[in-house]
């Protein structure tokens, strides 16, 4: 427990943490990986060069100090992030080594102003925090099919529209566990030239029950950086070639029951929409879903084949495609008008696609009156507050 004094001196040194927390955690990342450079094998390099780390780590310790003495307040979001840090390999070993350099570098960044007591109610919160992730990511360990990673074979590889490609991963052991639709895993590889090992998230975008996973990754060749990962596993993997993975994790998924279901994706953001998609129609083919996909044409429009097929086996479903560049179903983007056709206040709504897309599905939802709203990131976890036009 805190004493009161720890919390006091957290929350009233919180605003200030908040206005200089992205130079904090910059300077933390920078004096971490000097330290200790086997921990760049854990992280996104380009969500580092990005600044999206650094932002999200600022976010997150702001709304712990908030918090301090209601941690239960934040414990959605610790499971969100823990979810993450237990498919990549994150230990409890790691917590101290983050602890001790976060709070060399608020003392670097606040300088004089970071007296010992700030200092000592600091580590105390900390220990606090990371006792809290290193029990709930001790739980989801001990639930995960597997710790770690082991090694997969790409059991078939198959195009799915200009940009995005789904790889058939089958365990080399033959033990696969479940998931539920949604649901993400991490891939592992090591590239030729490349320091250190490269870890991505992808979401699975089969359903549960078969004897495979199915990622389908989009070949970022046109973003600056390029994604080194995707265009490896588009132009070097095969048929055959193994690659390591581990235990499918994440927090949105398609929740079970009756209640209407959207399905409202940009982009890549379509690939969990297809494990759930294809969960209701091998499940509750009965239950009311709509699937609303926006792209920029149809060249790019992964599975949409695959989507009609599954919609016609459905007692109650409709969908639509928004392409932002051609004739589709609409032309433009998702509007407010577009959704009120397809979900009402009753639905429940699942939104997956790049920040700005989702800024303004989910603030357009909101406008219909729609209260049940899930959504995942790509990344690490951006501000929504911002309505845009986006390209996807």
Known sequence: MLSPKTIEIVKSTAPILKDRGREVTTAFYKNLFAQHPELLNLFNHANQAKGRQQAALANSIYAAAQHIDQLEMILPAVKQIAHKHRSLGVKPEHYPVVGEHLLQAIKEVLKDAATDDILHAWKEAYDVIAGVFIDVEEEMYNAAGYKDFKKFVVAKKQKESDVI???????????????????????????????????????????????????????????????????FLHEKIEAGSEIEVSAPAGDFYLEEGDSPAALISGGVGITPMMSMLEYIAGRSPGRVTSFIHACKHEGVHAFKERVGELMNGLENGQSCAVYEEAEGDFTGFITTEILSRYVDEKTICYVCGPPPFMRNVISSLKEIGVSSIRYEFFGPGMDLSE???VSV
């Open 165 to 231: 490609t789904s790889f058939f991963l089958k365990p080399k052991d033959g033990v696969l566990p479940d998931f539920l639709p949604g649901q993400y895993l991490s891939a592992r590889v090591t590239i030729p030239g490349e320091a250190y090992t490269l870890i991505r998230q992808y979401s699975l975008s089969n359903a549960p029950g078969k004897d495979f996973f199915r990622i389908s990754v989009k070949k970022e060749a046109e973003c600056d950086p390029k994604g080194k990962v995707s265009n």
């Open 387 to 389: 309505k845009e036009k």
